[in-house]
């Protein structure tokens, strides 16, 4: 599911988000009912693959065997909590692609309780990824897909300095 936030990037160009909605369930959460820290950090990797599956279904192909062709290596997450999530909450976990920078990726999370048609932010974090090719026992920087780079596109990524 794609939407349009209402903070523009800049006054001339929306900022795109590419959404997944998730209900916290009872395993997600402590004795007394809040969300482990570790699954908002689970459902940016639901959000960036479902990005994945929707718009850049060969790339995601390549990307189950892990054999030369390209793919994406996780470089950094982090996660900040702005509010308790209880279980039972309709979470709206959204991704924006603000940049690609050589083989680099920034990939920004916002995460909105849903309920009673509000929308109320109760965390945010980011994710920084490289596109790279394996040899042998290493991983050497590559050029991202042009279907990763036409998926950016369409979210109005930057991609001036993107390695082709």
Excluded: N
Aim: charged share 25%; net charge negative.
């Amino acid at each position: 599911m794609t939407t349009e936030s209402t903070q523009p990037r800049s006054a001339a160009i929306p900022l795109r988000w590419y959404e997944i909605q998730h209900v916290v369930t009872f395993g997600e959460t402590s004795g007394v009912g809040f969300v482990y820290f570790s699954h908002l950090i689970k459902w940016q990797g639901e959000c960036r693959e479902r990005f994945g599956y929707e718009h850049c279904p060969e790339y995601m192909r390549y990307m189950r065997g892990l054999t030369g062709e390209p793919t994406m290596l996780t470089c950094t997450a982090s996660c900040e909590y702005l509010g308790e999530i209880w279980v039972g909450d309709l979470i709206s976990v959204r991704l924006s692609i603000p940049w690609v920078r050589l083989h680099f990726m920034k990939g920004e999370f916002v995460f909105y309780r849903l309920r009673d048609g509000m929308e109320e932010l109760v965390a945010r974090g980011e994710q920084t990824w490289a596109s790279a090719r394996r040899a042998e026992s290493v991983f050497a920087p590559a050029p991202w897909p042009q279907d990763v780079l036409d998926a950016c596109t369409l979210f109005g990524s930057d991609l001036t300095r993107a390695l082709r």
